[in-house]
């Protein structure tokens, strides 16, 4: 498994250098596998709607399973959920791809000062990588979408979800268990 990037723009260097393969989704998971709880921030219909456009560009590299609109998320780390007492603003700009997945990333000053570990770096996933695959062809498409913007959203609700997602299931609908209000 690649390394952990403690900047987006770490990532999005080493991704334009990158000659080995990207790496699968399903890997970093023991098994090919989660089944368990995270917290999670759920975009706006309007973040959502500007990912489905990228998405669009994506949906011909059929080393790419794209992420369902039903499953777009920001994570949290747990962290973060204790000290979450108001609202945040995240912006979700540039197009960016770390080693198992392309993301958007998410510009979220107060989010990073609740969980200031150098590696959390905020981001919605638009799509993982299905198989070890050249990075080439995605490079090509990425590079033209680097520089999209997806807007800005005020987020005053956290949510803990119950999620499943393997190889063989995909990414299944979450079940929201607990919510977290500002």
């Known amino acids: 498994?690649?390394?952990?990037?403690t900047s987006f723009?770490?990532?999005?260097?080493?991704?334009?250098e990158r000659s080995e393969p990207l790496e699968s989704f399903y890997d970093e998971f023991a098994g090919g596998a989660f089944d368990g709880e995270v917290w999670v921030i759920e975009p706006s219909p309007e973040i959502k709607r500007a990912a489905l456009r990228v998405?669009?560009?994506?949906?011909?590299?059929d080393l790419l399973e794209l992420?369902?609109?039903?499953?777009?998320?920001?994570?949290v780390p747990h962290a973060a959920v204790r000290a979450f007492d108001e609202p945040i603003d995240l912006e979700y700009s540039r197009?960016?791809?770390?080693?198992?997945?392309?993301?958007?990333?998410?510009?979220?000053?107060?989010?990073?000062?609740?969980?200031?570990?150098?590696?959390?770096?905020?981001?919605?996933?638009?799509?993982?990588?299905r198989r070890p695959e050249a990075p080439?062809?995605?490079?090509?498409?990425?590079?033209?979408?680097?520089?999209?913007?997806?807007g800005r959203q005020r987020v005053d609700e956290v949510r803990r979800i119950h999620v499943e997602l393997?190889?063989?299931?995909?990414?299944?609908?979450?079940?929201?268990?607990?919510r977290v209000r500002a």
């Open 1 to 5: 498994m690649g390394e952990y990037f």
């Open 9 to 16: 723009d770490d990532a999005w260097r080493a991704f334009l």
């Open 55 to 61: 998405q669009g560009e994506l949906e011909p590299l």
């Open 67 to 75: 992420v369902p609109h039903h499953f777009l998320h920001v994570s």
């Open 95 to 129: 197009v960016n791809c770390f080693h198992t997945a392309v993301v958007a990333e998410v510009d979220a000053p107060a989010l990073r000062a609740l969980d200031p570990a150098p590696t959390f770096l905020p981001h919605m996933t638009l799509a993982v990588v």
């Open 136 to 150: 080439d062809e995605l490079r090509r498409v990425l590079e033209s979408l680097r520089d999209t913007s997806f």
């Open 166 to 178: 393997s190889g063989e299931r995909g990414l299944q609908p979450w079940t929201v268990v607990d």
